[in-house]
């Protein structure tokens, strides 16, 4: 799993609250990405990280921020909830073995009501 | 990033070899080809990568034609837990860049 972990793992909350998830790794890697799984689809990538305090947008970055202040940590935060955000949230961090491989974390699933 | 074209489902029966195609026709010289699958509600797990040439690891094997512009994932003998759908990117090597998903195949290995 190379060392990465996701909190919460489920998150039920309501329209309109702000929400933080976080992605935590254990090896220092400088690359982290979020993505989002909707049922039925591919993985569509969010925002994403080259370092610390270095992030950029993804194709589906409208209604969620990111923060990068340590390099073992990576959130995505909703500012404010709607019902299309109720999906699975997957982080992962790319690894150098000629070329780079991407690994994922387990994954969090959030419902939005 | 290449566009990618699979078959949206495969069958197979467990102990068998599956075969699992990818189009991409548009592919640059300086893209790779990458196998990542994904297990219902587990995270996509990397498989197997390559350039040009023919790739083999403890997971797979990938074989891409000469022109480039097709592979194909072969599992030698697949079990029930090969079950999952299998995503064929293509993309350059620039440093971290990101995966761009499509469909995959849904893979069914029966018993």
């Known amino acids: 799993d190379a060392g990465i972990t996701q909190s919460p793992r489920h998150k039920v909350t309501e329209t309109g609250t702000p929400v933080t998830l976080r992605c935590h790794q254990t090896?220092?890697?400088?690359?982290m990405y979020w993505y989002r799984q909707d049922p039925g689809h591919g993985l569509r990538l969010i925002h994403y990280?080259?370092?610390?305090?270095?992030?950029d947008k993804g194709e589906v970055s409208d209604g969620y921020s990111v923060s990068r202040s340590k390099t073992e940590d990576f959130l995505l935060t909703l500012e404010s909830a709607t019902s299309s955000q109720t999906s699975v949230y997957f982080c992962?961090?790319?690894?150098?073995?000629?070329?780079?491989?991407?690994?994922f974390g387990p994954g969090t699933r959030l419902t939005v009501t | 990033d290449a566009k990618t074209t699979q078959p949206t489902s495969m069958d197979c029966a467990e102990g068998r070899a599956a075969n699992l195609p990818c189009n991409h026709s548009?592919?640059?010289?300086?893209?790779?080809v990458y196998w990542y699958r994904q297990i219902h509600s587990q995270g996509p797990q990397y498989i197997i990568h390559?350039?040009?040439n023919n790739e083999t690891n403890e997971m797979a094997s990938l074989i891409i034609t000469e022109d480039r512009k097709s592979s194909t994932l072969i599992l030698p003998h697949a079990t029930l837990r090969d079950t999952a759908v299998y995503y064929c990117?293509?993309?350059?090597?620039?440093?971290?860049?990101?995966?761009?998903f499509g469909e995959g195949t849904q893979l069914t290995v029966n018993p």
């Open positions: 992962a961090i790319s690894v150098w073995t000629g070329p780079y491989e991407q690994y």
């Open positions: 090896e220092n890697h400088r690359y």
């Open positions: 990280s080259y370092g610390v305090k270095d992030t």
């Open positions: 548009t592919i640059s010289g300086n893209e790779y």
């Open positions: 390559g350039l040009k």
């Open positions: 990117i293509v993309r350059e090597e620039t440093s971290g860049s990101r995966l761009t």
